[in-house]
């Protein structure tokens, strides 16, 4: 293509020389004042290397400015490639918590006997010993005016719920953890399934997350929060997302390990009750946070998740993050929540 620009800016450059030399050794007008032959090839050169010189300056110009956006597509490649080199995913630490609605007659058992022994607890004076038998495994927030605000419960406590006494409690405690699933492009969260993944980053439920419940006094919410760091062997990706640059418009899929709607493996007690289930299906998100490294924390604000349902019909929980960068960058602001 520049060879044959060159050579056209040349041939119309020296038609032009040529065709001025002969306008001054010719006659181009006859007696009459018409132009004559030489008149008139003259004047037919000089219109067909205008031609030549505009077509060829047009091309000249499309050229270079594909040549600019190409520069640049290169330029935006090389730049988001030293982004990703820069922001890797050194680790995966999932923080999320869901609210466990009333109306179960679990849930509010549950609830009434926690709220109980709370208020005979609360009668001494805060802070709490939490060296007294009746303080372990719990920790408690105040309000600006000083007032209880919230109780959370760990494992240990007398106050977690008894797996004999609270069974279906119990379980949605210790299971209250979702698996991760990321997608580069987003689909259609109802056509996800576990047994077929094809997310591009997987991070799998893990028995070792720390996990709590929480009682909102002021609210009056219950809610199961869960921590669990992932080590790097039990990661799942095809490559498509390394870095926190890759997350820009991808799409994170929240899954509860019970929500394979399976049944147990032969020899196995099925621990799945309908009152479970039901509990299971209420859950609302209120918060979701993920440690991707030092610096690279994501608060996911919870009122931008959708809910949708898994086979079966429990939740499937997802959320789609934001492709431009000043929207993105607002994530990494802390948002303050009690869960």
Do not use: C
């Not at 008894?162 to 405690?173: N, Y």
């Not at 991707?292 to 919870?302: M, Q, S």
């Amino acid at each position: 293509m520049d060879i044959l620009l060159g050579l056209l800016k040349a041939a119309s450059a020296s038609l032009s020389g040529i065709l001025g030399v002969a306008a001054l050794y010719s006659d181009y007008r006859g007696p009459d004042g018409k132009l004559t032959g030489a008149g008139r090839g003259v004047f037919a050169g000089i219109l067909i290397a205008a031609v030549v010189g505009v077509i060829t300056s047009f091309v000249e110009t499309n050229k270079s400015q594909a040549d600019s956006k190409e520069q640049a597509t290169r330029t935006e490649t090389l730049l988001r490639e030293v982004s990703r080199a820069v922001q890797p995913i050194t680790q995966f630490n999932v923080h999320t918590a869901f609210e466990i609605p009333a109306g179960h007659a679990t849930v509010d058992s549950y609830v009434k006997r926690f709220r109980e022994s709370i208020e005979k607890r609360t009668d001494l004076k805060f802070p709490y010993d939490q060296r007294l038998p009746e303080f372990r495994g719990l920790s408690f927030m105040n309000d600006e005016n000083d007032t209880l605000e919230l109780v959370r419960v760990e494992y240990g406590s007398d106050l977690w719920p008894i797996p004999e006494k609270e069974p279906d409690m119990s379980l949605l405690a210790a299971t209250a953890t979702p698996s991760v699933y990321l997608m580069r492009k987003p689909i259609k969260p109802e056509t996800f399934q576990v047994e077929m993944s094809n997310a591009d980053f997987e991070v799998p439920f893990v028995s070792k997350a720390t996990r709590n419940l929480a009682w909102h006094v002021k609210r009056k919410q219950l809610v199961a929060g869960s921590d669990f760091t992932s080590s790097k062997d039990l990661w799942k990706t095809n490559g498509r997302i390394t870095s926190v640059v890759d997350l820009r418009g991808a799409q994170l899929i929240l899954l509860f390990s019970g929500s394979l709607n399976m049944p147990p493996p032969k020899g196995m007690a099925d621990v799945r009750t309908p009152e479970r289930e039901a509990i299971n299906k209420s859950l609302i998100i209120r918060a979701a946070s993920l440690d991707l490294g030092e610096g690279r924390t994501l608060y996911l604000p919870a009122k931008d998740f959708r809910q949708s349902k898994y086979h079966g019909g429990d939740p499937i929980f997802y959320y789609t993050f934001p492709t431009d960068e000043k929207e993105f960058l607002k994530l990494y602001d802390y948002q303050r929540d009690y869960y």
